[in-house]
């Protein structure tokens, strides 16, 4: 429920309105989308930046390679465990002052990340970017959506979807070039004028909150169990290796997950206002599109991550020819993405599992075609351009269908958890990606959690062992594909249920 609000934000803080000559400016709703595109960009920019820099930190650290791999893992880590919690706070509290203050700890993360004189603090700081992350991501789909209006929306979602496209693309190809013109550091620094650009618009154009929620309990006990769950789950992902499989870290990591996930959905099934409804996952449809968001997006940053040490590594790409390569990924999967939704209006299932195919086909060709060879690049150039090509097929209509499958009233609801899925399977992704290859190169070689020094073709193999699992996770993707044949509202209780709200209201 939904009650009017006046200009009282968070904790009562009054909130600044927008600027009044630019309310009164008929491009005011715009300056509103364009506002929030630029977390979305930043954001973007820097989940697949910092892949591509993961072989230099790892050599500039001198650390293991499940270390270094910390760094991309812990922002998203933290983005997940603490995007619930934010999205309710702002639902009982405001959102202006919160977004305005992510934008703030985002730049400053992002500065003392190229600052932090240790991978230790490299690490700290990027769990502190992740959850000004989540500030963000809690509140901009939310605002923008308000300030576009019924008229504007699918327009504004668009403009927003393709800021995050061409962050994502962006993202390798700077960073190479960064990496290869200035240093490492710089790869966060370059967050900071953007995020203290946003702040500055952020007061000047975003409208104040309107609405708050009526229900002010907020669920601490959930949080205090998901938070955990989380971390702990991917901390046994990611360290399973270094650890053994059978050790006594490892067993423990894994059944505390297995524990404070079983507390939490008990808590949240128990409780009257949950951090997270998961009364939407009785749909088989939604359940199914959140594991196959999940595992999509963990085929596409485990592509990123292997595919770095791949280029750099195994090929001796310098940083600003390996980012490039590695731009095609997203390039054809924003080329593509566009049409893939008029395609799945015609052949829902077709167009999915064709898309996984395409991911399939287009990853194992890669891991026939690379041989650290300069002949093999066109080859290898290619496998990636169809790997996005398939992606591109694939996220878009599933997105689109798993929001479908969810009842109307609770289509926010649903949109943010198949955000934290998709935000959850980018750390899996890279964590499993970096547990296969650290185990493969110590099987291969003997050598010990690093990848400096291994011979181009061992490296190259333990690479293909890591395709292997990406194509795994497509098997999977595509199967869960097949619970829906079509963009429905999904039936059984769900449908009784929204057919029984809509007799009542009219």
């Known amino acids: 429920m939904q009650v009017a609000h006046a200009s009282e934000g968070k904790f009562g803080l009054r909130e600044p309105g927008p600027s009044r000559f630019l309310l009164r400016r008929s491009y005011y709703p715009w300056l509103v989308v364009g506002t929030t595109c630029i977390g979305a960009f930043i954001g973007q920019v820097d989940a697949s930046i910092v892949q591509l820099a993961l072989p230099t930190l790892e050599r500039s650290f001198d650390a293991p390679l499940d270390e270094a791999s910390w760094v991309a893992v812990a922002y998203v880590l933290a983005f997940a465990s603490v995007l619930p919690v934010f999205a309710r706070i702002a639902e009982m509290f405001g959102r202006k002052w919160m977004y305005l203050f992510g934008f703030g700890l985002f730049g400053f993360s992002s500065a003392l990340c190229g600052l932090a004189p240790g991978l230790a603090w490299l690490i700290a700081f990027r769990v502190l970017q992740g959850v000004s992350g989540a500030m963000l991501g809690a509140n901009s789909i939310v605002i923008l959506v308000a300030a576009a209006g019924p008229a504007r929306r699918g327009r504004a979602m668009g403009v927003f979807a393709a800021a995050q496209a061409v962050g994502v693309s962006v993202g390798p190809a700077l960073g190479g070039f960064l990496l290869g013109a200035l240093s490492w550091h710089w790869i966060f620094w370059v967050n900071v004028p953007f995020a203290l650009a946003a702040v500055i618009l952020g007061w000047l154009v975003v409208p104040i909150t309107t609405k708050v929620s009526a229900e002010r309990r907020f669920d601490w006990q959930g949080a205090l169990l998901l938070m955990p769950a989380l971390i702990t789950l991917l901390t046994a992902v990611m360290e399973a290796h270094a650890w053994g499989l059978l050790s006594v870290p490892a067993i423990g990591c894994a059944t505390a997950a297995t524990a404070l996930l079983a507390a939490f959905i008990w808590r949240e099934r128990a409780t009257r206002s949950p951090l997270v409804d998961l009364h939407l996952f009785r749909s088989a449809a939604f359940s199914g599109g959140c594991l196959a968001a999940f595992l ?115 289509s926010g609801e649903a949109g943010g958890l198949l955000n934290l899925m998709r935000s959850f399977g980018t750390g899996v992704g890279v964590a499993a990606a970096s547990s296969v290859l650290t185990w493969r190169l110590e099987t291969a070689t003997g050598v010990h959690e690093r990848t400096i020094g291994v011979a181009e073709p061992a490296l190259l193999a333990a690479v293909g062992d890591v395709m292997l699992m990406l194509v795994t996770f497509a098997i999977i993707a595509g199967a869960a594909s097949l619970l829906r044949a079509r963009p429905e509202r999904p039936t059984g209780s769900f449908v009784v249920a929204e057919q029984a709200r809509q007799r009542a209201a009219g």
């Open 296 to 410: 999509s997006y963990a085929m596409l940053y485990g592509m990123f991550f292997a595919m770095s040490f791949a280029l750099v590594r195994g090929y001796h790409d310098p940083a600003v020819a390996a980012g490039l390569r590695l731009t095609i990924i997203p390039l054809t999967l924003g080329i593509v993405a566009p049409f893939s939704g008029a395609l799945y209006e015609l052949r829902p299932r077709l167009v999915m599992l064709c898309g996984m195919a395409v991911c399939i086909a287009a990853v194992l060709a890669l891991t026939a075609t690379m041989t650290g060879g300069p002949r093999s690049l066109p080859g290898v150039m290619i496998a990636l351009a169809a790997f996005g090509a398939g992606l591109g097929l694939f996220i878009a209509p599933n997105n689109s269908a798993t929001i479908a499958s969810a009842p109307t009233d609770r």
